[in-house]
């Protein structure tokens, strides 16, 4: 039943964030608690993990994006305009090294744990870290992150018989690429 609220509360979570809307923060919380759950309960601790690193990154997103929009002199949700910040090389080399790095790290962890997919339970949580981390950070590419990272998820999912989030998952897949597009056609560069 927590993987039926959670495919709920994430599809409601995509559609807000394609529309960068803030409540979608709020949704994220209830959807990453359900998931804690979920993953928990299957031995998946990386993915148990991330969905914490979603709690905590949702109550700082929220912040965030209400003091950009105060900044810009809009309402909590503004209009239909995405606010974007530029992503520079700096970003993109520190999140490599951190890509490359916690992933050897938290796969040598879950192996000790012994979760049951160590290595691509790992690598999924690491790659949807840092595209959290450019989602709070409003940068467009963070949907390329999470069209590999859910892609990804989705068939780790499907080899773990939770076909509930296999299809959260998969709608995730699928409304990354409409995220982007959404951002690109609606998006306006800040500060």
């Known amino acids: 039943m927590m ?9 409601i979570y995509i559609i807000l964030e394609i529309r960068q809307k803030n409540f979608m923060w709020v949704v994220g919380i209830f959807t990453s608690l359900a998931a804690m759950w979920v993953f928990f309960r299957q031995g998946l601790y990386a993915s148990f993990g991330l969905n914490t690193y979603y709690l905590i990154t949702s109550v700082i997103g929220l912040w965030q994006w ?3 929009r105060a900044g810009l002199g809009q309402d909590a949700e503004g209009d239909d305009t995405v606010m974007l910040k530029r992503l520079n090389l700096k970003v993109i080399l520190l999140s490599a090294a951190v ?15 012994e979760n049951p997919m ?5 690598a999924v949580a690491v790659i949807s870290a840092i595209a959290t981390w450019w989602l709070v950070r409003c940068h467009i590419e963070q949907w390329w992150l999470w069209i590999a990272a859910d892609t990804v998820s989705t068939v780790l999912c499907a080899t773990q018989g939770l076909w509930w989030m296999t299809a959260l998952y998969a709608a995730y897949a699928l409304s990354a690429a409409i995220g982007y597009v959404h ?3 609606h998006g306006h560069y800040i500060g």
């Open 118 to 122: 160590s290595w691509l339970d790992s």
């Open 3 to 11: 993987e039926v609220f959670t495919l709920i509360t994430g599809i």
């Open 183 to 185: 951002w690109k056609r």
């Open 99 to 113: 890509a490359v790095a916690g992933t050897f790290a938290l796969a040598w962890v879950m192996e000790l744990l």
């Open 66 to 68: 209400r003091k950009n």
